[in-house]
């Protein structure tokens, strides 16, 4: 079985992202890096969040994408996908949603990273791409990526191996949490074993806690369709 792998390592600058009711700056705009690529809790050097409310912060230092979905993306939306099409940072092979946990840590290069939340694509992810569909579609078939936290600080490049160092919660995978997150929504059960887990990042226990109080669930129509024009 072949290890898994950083495929490609990918940073961005701040620029416009037009989307249906006018324009936003957005980091989503990535592209591979050449070489070694520092990696911190303040994130990868050379890479930029607009956003740092959404984006960025101790929980989403990296982000990460499966190189094993691009043929969905060509599949579903007729888009050839390349390193950093889904904004990410990681282009990975051989980690996705159904093998990787929340609190893995890994060690890629010199850094060590540990799992914190899937990600949650938004209206940024269909925009760039053309398509508003994009975002809920992702959503709804668990192809959503995830995120790291640092944990060590260090030097990464393409090429390296994901090597898991330690999994203290085997039984809670991302694809589990996507499903709990947008599909089954209201397993309260589920949710409050996700909420106990110390390693979730904070504004997933926010999102689960909100629901076992509320007995609701909140509209995600602020994260699938942009903001309306101001008048």
């Not at 940073?11 to 037009?18: A, E, H, R, V």
């Not at 043929?71 to 093998?99: C, P, R």
């Not at 089954?184 to 904070?202: A, G, H, P």
Request: proline content about 4%; aromatic content about 8%.
């Amino acid at each position: 079985m072949q290890s898994a792998i950083i495929q490609s390592i990918n940073t961005g600058k701040i620029k416009k992202l037009n989307h249906a009711n006018g324009s936003v700056e957005s980091g989503i705009y990535k592209l591979p890096v050449q070489g070694s690529v520092s990696i911190t809790q303040n994130g990868l050097d050379g890479d930029k969040q607009a956003d740092l409310k959404a984006h960025g912060g101790p929980d989403k230092v990296v982000c990460v994408y499966p190189v094993e979905h691009h043929d969905w993306w060509l599949a579903e939306f007729d888009i050839v996908f390349e390193a950093g099409a889904a904004g990410e940072n990681f282009t990975s092979y051989g980690l996705t949603e159904h093998n990787v946990c929340i609190g893995d840590q890994y060690k890629i290069g010199s850094v060590i990273l540990e799992v914190s939340q899937p990600r949650q694509p938004c209206y940024k992810l269909a925009a760039k791409h053309g398509n508003k569909a994009i975002a809920k579609q992702v959503q709804q078939a668990g192809k959503t990526g995830f995120y790291f936290r640092c944990i060590e600080s260090g030097y990464a490049e393409a090429g390296d191996e994901i090597i898991l160092i330690n999994r203290p919660n085997p039984d809670f995978t991302i694809e589990s949490a996507n499903h709990l997150m947008h599909i089954d929504k209201m397993n309260i059960e589920l949710m409050q074993k996700f909420v106990n887990l110390e390693t979730l990042s904070s504004s997933w226990k926010k999102y689960f806690n909100k629901r076992i109080k509320t007995m609701t669930i909140d509209s995600d129509s602020h994260i699938i369709n942009p903001p309306k024009k101001l008048n």
